[in-house]
C-alpha cells in the first residue's frame, strides 16, 4: 500500500490515469471502427495524412488512429490489442518507455504508436536487438500495416546500398540498431549524395530499450579502414626530406610553416616520378612530404620531444615533462619517427566512431519498450530524457517469486539446484535454469547429464537454435538451461497441461550483478496470468558476494556448514551490491558521455559541414570562406601583442607560403599603412580576385574540382581527428594537471585541435586552389 501511494504522490498516478483515459477515447470507437467494410478501413490511412497535412498534430490523430490500427490487428492477425497494450502505446508516443512483462505483448502494443508516427511520412525505425527479431517482427505485424497501405520494409546487413535505401524509404522499417548505426556512419563517409541510404532520423522506436541503451551503450560504432600501412610513405618522404638543399625549402619560423620552393617541387617530382605534384590525385603525397619536411627541419629532438624505448614521446613545452599517451596529430608523429629511425607504428584508421548514446539522441522522437527498465529510470531520464512507465498486467501475476536459497559453497550451491530440478523433472513440471555465464551453464549441463535428466542448453556457442528450443520450453518434463540474455524478445508459452502441473519454474543459478538481468529471468514465468515460481541459488562465495559482501558473511561462513538458509538480511545485502554495481556502471556510461559529448559537437558540425558541400553543387563561396579564414590567420601571425602593428614584409612571405606564384603576390607596398583588418580584406579580395579570373573560362568544369578538394581534404583531416582526438583521451589520466579536471582538459584541448583542423583544412584547399595550373590548349 505503502509504495502504491508513493507512486501515486511522485506524479506516477497522474501519469497512468492520463493513458487510461486515453485508452478507453480508443476503446470507444470499437464498435464503429468495426462496423467498417475493409476499405473503408483501408481508407482511414489517407484520411489521417491528409488532416495531418491540414495542420492536425498526431496527438489529436491518436486516439481514432489507435482505434484503426486495432481493429487492423483484429482482421490481419486475429489479436486486438488489450486496455493495457493502448495504454502501453500512448507511453511509446509520449517519447518514453513502457515496461511491460513478459508475455504482455510488447509487439502488438507497438503498433498503434509505430503507425500513428507514420502518418507523418518522414519514416520509423523499429529497431530490434538481433536480425532474426527484426525479419520476424516485419513479416507478422507487418500485415497490419501493409493492410492499411503502409510499406514495410527490413534492413539487415547483406543488402546492397540500392536495397537499404528501398528499405529505409518505406514508411516503417525494422533493423537492428547495430546496422542502422553503421549505415548512419557510412552515409556520413559517401562523396555523392545518392548514395546515402537513410532519409533521416524521425521516429526509432527500439524493443529491448535497456539492452540496446544501457547494456550496449559502452560499446562504440567505429568503422575502421585497417592497417594504414603508410611506413613506407613515411620512409620515402623522410629520406627525399633528408637530401634536400637550403634553397629547396622556406621556412616561416612565426607560424611554424614550412613549404618547398619552385626548385624543390623540381626535386620532388623527379624523385617521386609524377609530372604534377599538385595534382588533385597527389594529395596524400604532398601531405607525407609536407610533414616529413616539418620533422626535419622544424621538429627538434631534446625540445619538441625526446626518443625513449624505441618510441616518440612528446616534451611538454609549459612544464618540460614528457607527455607519455600523446601523439603529434596528422601523420607528424610517424614522420618523426621515421626521421628518429625508431619503429613507425601501424595502427588501423577509425574513419568514423559513434556511441549508442549519441546517435540514439539524434533522432526527432525516441521511445522503447522492454519487460525490465525500473531499476534504470534515472539514466533513461539523465541521457535520453524518457521516462519509464510501469503499465498494469492485463492480468494479475500469479507467480510466486521466492526468496534466495543461500548456501556456504558453490558445490552445495549446485547440488541442491540440480536436486530441485530432478523433483521438477519427475513431477513433469517444465524447468528453465538461468546462469550468468557460458560457462556456468555447461557446468549444470554437465551436473544434469550426470543425473540423466534430458535437457537443452542455450548459450552464446548454441544460439542458433534459440526459437526452437524456445518454442519447447514450456511443455512438460522440459529442462532448459540458458544464459540471462538468452531468450530475450522471445516467450515461453506453457501447454494446458503444464499449467495444471503448476506452470514454469525459473531457478538462477547466482545473482547477476544488474538487478534488471535478474527480473528479465524470473519474468520468463508468470506470463498473462500463468502460474509458476522463480528461486536463486546463491552462494557466499558468487563473485557478486565476494566483492561487496566484505567480511560481514564470516560468521555466516562459519556457521551454516552444509544447511541452506533464507536469510533476509543477505537478500538485503546481495540487492545493496547491486544497486552499488549498477550504480559504478552508470558513472562509467556517464563519464563515456561526458567525453563523447565533446566529439559528438565536433562531429554535428563536421557532418553539417560536409552535408553543404555534397548537397550543393556549387562550393565556390566556401572556397572564398577558407581563403579569408587562411588570409586573416596569415595576417594575425604577424601582428603584434598589442594588436596595431603589422609586419608587412612578413605577410607578404606568409602568403607566398601559402603557394602564390610571385608573379601573383602581394607587395608590400601595396598594404603598407593598412591596419590588420584591413590588410585582410585587402589581401583576401585581391588573391580570390585573380583565383576567379584564372578559373573563369572553365568555372562549370571546375565545380566538380573544388567539391573533391574540399571534401577529400575534410575526410582526410577528419579522420585524423578521430585518431588524435581517441589519443588525447587515452593519455589525458596519464598526466597531471595540478587542479585541473581531466574532462575540462579534454573538452579545452579537443577544442583547440578542432580549430586547428579547420584551420589546416582551410589551407590545404587554398594551397591546392592557389597552385591549380589551366591548361588552356589551341583549338
Not at 588501423?348 to 539524434?362: G, M, P, V
Not at 558476494?545 to 537478500?571: P, Y
Not at 572556397?623 to 594575425?636: E, G, H, T
Request: aromatic letters at 8%.
Amino acid at each position: 500500500m505503502a509504495n502504491f501511494l508513493e507512486r501515486w504522490i511522485s506524479g506516477e498516478g497522474k501519469a497512468l490515469k492520463r493513458l487510461e483515459s486515453k485508452a478507453d477515447a480508443v476503446l470507444a470507437l470499437a464498435d464503429e471502427m468495426a462496423a467498417l467494410s475493409d476499405d473503408a478501413l483501408k481508407a482511414k490511412t489517407d484520411e489521417f495524412k491528409e488532416r495531418y497535412a491540414k495542420g492536425e498534430t498526431l496527438d489529436e490523430l491518436l486516439v481514432e488512429a489507435f482505434a484503426t490500427a486495432r481493429e487492423a490487428a483484429r482482421r490481419t492477425i486475429g489479436e486486438y490489442p488489450y486496455r493495457v497494450q493502448i495504454m502501453g502505446a500512448v507511453a511509446m508516443h509520449d517519447g518514453d518507455i513502457a515496461e511491460m512483462r513478459t508475455g504482455e505483448g510488447k509487439t502488438l502494443t507497438s503498433t498503434m504508436c509505430i503507425y500513428l508516427n507514420a502518418l507523418a511520412g518522414k519514416g520509423v525505425h523499429v529497431v530490434t536487438v538481433n536480425d532474426y527479431l527484426a525479419g520476424r517482427d516485419a513479416e507478422w505485424m507487418g500485415q497490419i500495416y501493409r493492410f492499411l497501405g503502409m510499406s514495410v520494409g527490413v534492413n539487415s546487413r547483406p543488402l546492397s546500398p540500392a536495397e537499404k535505401r528501398a528499405a529505409f524509404a518505406c514508411d516503417i522499417t525494422y533493423t537492428t540498431n547495430s546496422e542502422l548505426g553503421f549505415d548512419y556512419l557510412r552515409d556520413n563517409m559517401v562523396t555523392d549524395i545518392k548514395d546515402r541510404v537513410l532519409r533521416g532520423l524521425h521516429v526509432a522506436i527500439v524493443d529491448e530499450v535497456d539492452s540496446i541503451l544501457i547494456d550496449e551503450s559502452r560499446t562504440p560504432l567505429i568503422i575502421s579502414g585497417g592497417a594504414k600501412k603508410t611506413a613506407n610513405l613515411y620512409l620515402q618522404a623522410d629520406a627525399f626530406a633528408k637530401r634536400l638543399q637550403e634553397d629547396d625549402y622556406e621556412i616561416d619560423e612565426k607560424t611554424k610553416q614550412i613549404m618547398l620552393t619552385e626548385k624543390g617541387v623540381n626535386n620532388a617530382e623527379a624523385y617521386f616520378k609524377v609530372d604534377n605534384l599538385y595534382d588533385v590525385n597527389h594529395t596524400q603525397l604532398v601531405h607525407h612530404i609536407t610533414q616529413a619536411l616539418k620533422a626535419n627541419y622544424i621538429m627538434k629532438n631534446e625540445v619538441e620531444y625526446v626518443v625513449q624505448d624505441d618510441e616518440v614521446v612528446i616534451v611538454d613545452q609549459f612544464t618540460g615533462r614528457t607527455m607519455p599517451g600523446r601523439a603529434y596529430s596528422d601523420g607528424l608523429h610517424q614522420a618523426i619517427e621515421a626521421k628518429e629511425g625508431v619503429s613507425i607504428k601501424e595502427e588501423t584508421s577509425t574513419l568514423a566512431t559513434i556511441t549508442y548514446q549519441n546517435f540514439f539522441r539524434l533522432y526527432d522522437k525516441l521511445a522503447g519498450m522492454t519487460g525490465t527498465a525500473k531499476t534504470e529510470e534515472e539514466e533513461f531520464l539523465d541521457i535520453y530524457n524518457m521516462r519509464v512507465v510501469e503499465i498494469p498486467t492485463n492480468r494479475p501475476i500469479l507467480r510466486v517469486d521466492y526468496p534466495d536459497a543461500i548456501f556456504a559453497s558453490p558445490e552445495l550451491k549446485y547440488a541442491a539446484l540440480v536436486n530441485e530440478v530432478k523433483e521438477l523433472y519427475a513431477k513433469g513440471q517444465p524447468v528453465l535454469v538461468g546462469t550468468i555465464s557460458v560457462e556456468s551453464s555447461e557446468l549444470v549441463d554437465k551436473l544434469l547429464n550426470k543425473e540423466g535428466i534430458p535437457h537443452e542448453v542455450l548459450n552464446a556457442k548454441n544460439h542458433a537454435r534459440e526459437a526452437e528450443i524456445i518454442a519447447k520450453a514450456g511443455r512438460p518434463k522440459s529442462v532448459t538451461i540458458a544464459t540471462n540474455m538468452a531468450g530475450r524478445g522471445t516467450d515461453i508459452k506453457l501447454t494446458e497441461e503444464s499449467k495444471a502441473l503448476g506452470g514454469l519454474v525459473v531457478l538462477g543459478s547466482e545473482r547477476h550483478e544488474s538487478r534488471r538481468i535478474d527480473n528479465q529471468l524470473r519474468g520468463r514465468s508468470g506470463r498473462q496470468g500463468d502460474p509458476g515460481y522463480s528461486r536463486f541459488y546463491v552462494s557466499l562465495r558468487d563473485e557478486l558476494m565476494i566483492r561487496f559482501g566484505g567480511d560481514k558473511f564470516q560468521k555466516l561462513f562459519d556457521t551454516l556448514g552444509d544447511a541452506q538458509i533464507e536469510s533476509k538480511m543477505v537478500t538485503k545485502s546481495i540487492t545493496q551490491a547491486q544497486k552499488r554495481v549498477e550504480g559504478y556502471n552508470y558513472d562509467i556510461r556517464k563519464q563515456l558521455i561526458d567525453y563523447d559529448d565533446v566529439l559528438r559537437k565536433q562531429r554535428e558540425i563536421m557532418y553539417a559541414q560536409r552535408d553543404y558541400v555534397l548537397e550543393n553543387e556549387d562550393v565556390h563561396g566556401i572556397v572564398k570562406d577558407m581563403v579569408d579564414r587562411v588570409i586573416r590567420d596569415v595576417v594575425m601571425a604577424n601582428v603584434d601583442a598589442n594588436h596595431k602593428n603589422v609586419n608587412y614584409e612578413s605577410v607578404v612571405q606568409g602568403l607566398e607560403m601559402l603557394g602564390m606564384e610571385a608573379k601573383d603576390n602581394v607587395t608590400v607596398e601595396e598594404i603598407q599603412g593598412k591596419n590588420a583588418d584591413e590588410v585582410a580584406q585587402y589581401c583576401s579580395d585581391r588573391i580570390f580576385t585573380q583565383y576567379d579570373e584564372k578559373i573563369k573560362d572553365v568555372r562549370d568544369q571546375f565545380t566538380q574540382f573544388e567539391k573533391t578538394i574540399v571534401l577529400r581534404n575534410m575526410d582526410r583531416n577528419w579522420i585524423e581527428h578521430i585518431d588524435m582526438m581517441d589519443k588525447l583521451r587515452n593519455g589525458i589520466h596519464l598526466r597531471s594537471y595540478a587542479q585541473n579536471n581531466p574532462l575540462q582538459a579534454y573538452i579545452e584541448e579537443g577544442y583547440q585541435m578542432f580549430e586547428e583542423m579547420q584551420g589546416r583544412i582551410a589551407r590545404e584547399v587554398v594551397f591546392f586552389a592557389l597552385k591549380i595550373q589551366i591548361e588552356r590548349k589551341a583549338a
